[in-house]
């Protein structure tokens, strides 16, 4: 039922087969989904177009990059592809602001704006490195209120039974924008050629299609039942809901699932250390099961970001070369494909892992597929030392199979981020908090999230050079890959509870045991907790599930 009984993982292909009234699983809820979800792509585009575009030779010339030294360019480069980052991290802090004073539609809508403003900003540098910079800096302010307002809106209207599936669809589309953007950039690489600013131009105006287009279908959507709730407009919130579920608004159905929301909003009120922000600081740090919350939050983006994946999707085509694929057209080519995989790990994830297996083992599951490929690749860096050291180094004939060795290793690392890290950030940061501090809480995390990101994406270019240039070599930096791969698993294991199922206003009994318990015997104290609930309910038939 809607009102907060606890749903165990479920297979998505047999939904009909759930306790839910029929107009639940409706085209208007899958429509709003993949609106939202959409939002995905902003971070996957850009991430997938930078490295590309930034290659090409007419955009160097523009910004006189032969100009500078090799450990010049390095920082240049590592600059401009960080710099929407940089932008990033104050656009999530932001993000719960904007989230909870105008509504996640309206959130919406002007992050779309900035982005657009920073794209066409950058598009039209007229040579100015400055220009560049500047322009990134304002799109990364509209991108990063993406990851905030797109999975929270998503999870608010997702039945707890498919809140992983839906959640994913955001995921899925991080990578669909890495797939059209990486293959726009072999597109114009090989269709237009590098001799005119229309083969980095034409591909950097998928930013611009994205954005418009999520933005003409905000017009679409109806505000979130919780944030409406949460603002005391309770005739609104029934509307929106019974629209979304295409029921009446006084079917059983979204009578108890508004009376849930509304009985755990008043509860948080009545619980909680005040009205006013700082209230809301308190409730957040002081409470300890909120805290533990966040812990977890914080630490799945510092140790996701830290593991590379990211850093291998953004200068994909830069490691390939690293690991012999020859020639510019080869490189981005390998790249699509980089991208053709995630996208598709995306795809099976969402229908078969997170909502049919759990969260958990789905991501222990992505860490050990990443761990596998990242300490092999370290292994092959380090056993031919000259790759990415020396220039124009040639692969020995007898080393070649161990070369495309470490490029499916770049593939299978894909697989591993996408089954894990990737979709678990944002769903678990999305689904683990009380509705009065979601949004503010799913900020602070994105915040930090963005900052790892511009920690990593600046870096790593340096990392990658000899260490008489003040690099540690491409081996090391894999190797540290490595490391925090393996520490993220262990961490994992011991401390990230499994929350498949689980209602948004249920999920406070997975936290009642002390925090050192939770990643442990979380869920089977929570199942004793669901009994006693429900033994309780049926004793009060006529009571509102809270």
């Known amino acids: 039922m809607a009102g907060g009984v606890v749903k165990k993982p479920v297979n998505i292909f047999k939904l009909k087969n759930l306790d839910e009234p ?67 991290v104050a656009g999530a802090l932001i993000a719960f602001l904007v989230c909870d004073r105008i509504g996640r539609i309206w959130a919406t ?25 500047a322009g990134r800096f304002v799109a ?40 059209l953007a990486y293959f726009v950039n072999y597109g114009a690489q090989v269709n237009i050629g590098d001799t005119t600013n229309n083969r980095w131009l034409v591909p950097t105006s998928l930013h611009i299609i994205f954005a418009g287009l999520i933005f003409v279908l905000t017009f679409f959507q109806h505000e979130s039942p ?6 005391g407009k309770d ?27 509304r009985a755990q909003h008043e509860e948080e009120m009545e619980a909680t250390l005040g009205s006013s922000w700082t209230g809301v600081l308190k409730e957040m ?27 291998i999707t953004l200068y994909a085509p830069d490691l390939f070369k690293i690991l012999g694929i020859t020639g510019t057209q080869e490189s981005l080519l390998a790249s699509g494909v980089f991208g053709i995989v995630k996208f598709v790990a995306a795809i099976v994830c969402a229908l078969f892992l997170v909502d049919v297996i759990g969260r958990k083992r789905s991501l222990l599951i992505g860490i050990a597929l990443q761990a596998i490929s990242v300490i092999y690749i370290a292994g092959f860096l380090t056993a031919v030392p000259e790759l990415g050291v020396v220039k124009d180094y040639v ?61 990593n994406s600046r870096a790593v270019p340096v990392l990658l050079l000899p ?68 033994e309780k309910q049926a004793d009060m038939p006529n009571s509102t599930v809270a």
């Not at 992050?111 to 220009?131: E, K, R, T």
């Not at 919780?226 to 603002?231: G, P, S, T, V």
């Open 22 to 88: 029929k107009g639940v699983f409706n085209w208007r809820l899958w429509f709003a989904v993949c609106s939202f979800g959409l939002l995905g792509a902003a971070r996957g585009v850009d991430e997938g177009l930078i490295s590309g575009a930034f290659n090409s030779k007419t955009f160097q010339a523009s910004i006189n990059y032969d100009s500078y030294s090799e450990t010049e360019q390095a920082n240049i480069k590592a600059n401009v592809s960080a710099m929407v980052q940089v932008g990033s």
């Open 109 to 133: 809508r002007q992050l779309c704006l900035l982005w657009i403003l920073g794209i066409a900003i950058f598009m039209g540098h007229g040579g100015s490195l400055g220009a560049v910079y």
């Open 140 to 179: 990364g302010l509209g991108v990063g209120q993406t990851p905030v307002v797109g999975p929270v809106y998503i999870a608010e209207i997702a039945p707890a039974s498919v809140r992983g599936l839906c959640t994913c669809i955001f995921t899925g589309c991080v990578y669909l924008g890495i797939l």
């Open 226 to 231: 919780r944030y409406l709730i949460k603002q």
């Open 235 to 261: 005739a609104a919130a029934v509307k929106a809901m019974s629209r979304i579920r295409q029921l009446p608004p006084d079917h059983e159905y979204v009578v108890q699932e508004i009376a849930a929301i």
């Open 285 to 311: 740090f002081l409470i300890p099961t909120n805290a533990y919350r966040l812990y977890l939050a914080l630490m799945v983006q510092l140790l996701s970001q830290w593991s590379g994946a990211g850093s």
């Open 395 to 455: 692969i020995p004939s007898h080393q070649v199979g161990a070369s495309r060795g470490a490029v499916a290793m770049i593939y299978i690392s894909g697989v591993g981020w996408a089954l894990g890290w990737n979709s678990m950030q944002y769903l678990l940061t999305a689904e683990l908090f009380p509705l009065r501090i979601r949004a503010l809480s799913t900020s602070l995390a994105m915040t930090l999230h963005f900052a790892n990101q511009y920690g």
């Open 467 to 534: 260490t008489s240039l003040g690099g540690i070599t491409p081996g090391g930096t894999f190797w540290f890959f490595s490391a925090v791969t393996l520490l993220g698993g262990v961490w994992v294991w011991f401390f990230v509870p499994e929350t498949a199922g689980r209602g948004l206003e249920s999920m406070n009994r997975l936290f009642e045991l002390p925090w050192h318990q939770i990643g442990r015997r979380g869920n089977k104290d929570a199942d004793r907790l669901d009994a006693a609930f429900d």
